[in-house]
């Protein structure tokens, strides 16, 4: 399966990314990956929008490598990312983003969204 990193250096030959220093193959390299975001707003312009069932296994996957670092992610009912700094040895969460607060307000004003303005003619 291709990716935008494999594809793009790919897509350099080798002897052109051999001739130049460090930097300049880093620079190459970047300039020829596609801009932030412009794979998933090309995806969302056909009508195509990554579920949560698309992105479970992509999670697991990025859990198993990270989970040696104490860094563990989760997606959680609204389909919000949260990110969590874990202690290897105790298993206590360390930090988290967005904070269970963050997560508990952002619920609630889901909850108000179109009660706020109460419009009568």
């Given amino acids: 399966m291709s990716s935008p990193l494999t594809d793009a250096t790919n897509a350099l030959s080798t002897s ?27 995806a969302e312009s056909h009508g195509i929008s990554p579920g949560q069932a698309d992105l479970v296994e992509p999670i697991q996957r990025i859990n198993e490598v990270l989970k040696q670092y104490g860094v563990e992610f989760e997606l959680n009912d609204t389909s919000r990312v949260i990110t969590r700094i874990v202690d290897r040895e105790s298993g206590d969460v360390l930090r988290q983003i967005p904070a269970e607060e963050v997560l508990a307000i952002a619920e609630r004003l889901d909850e108000l969204q179109g009660n706020l303005i109460s419009i009568k003619a």
């Fill in 16 to 42: 052109a990314l051999h001739d130049l220093t460090p930097r300049q193959r880093k620079e190459s390299v970047l300039a020829s990956l596609p801009s932030a975001g412009s794979m998933l707003a090309q």
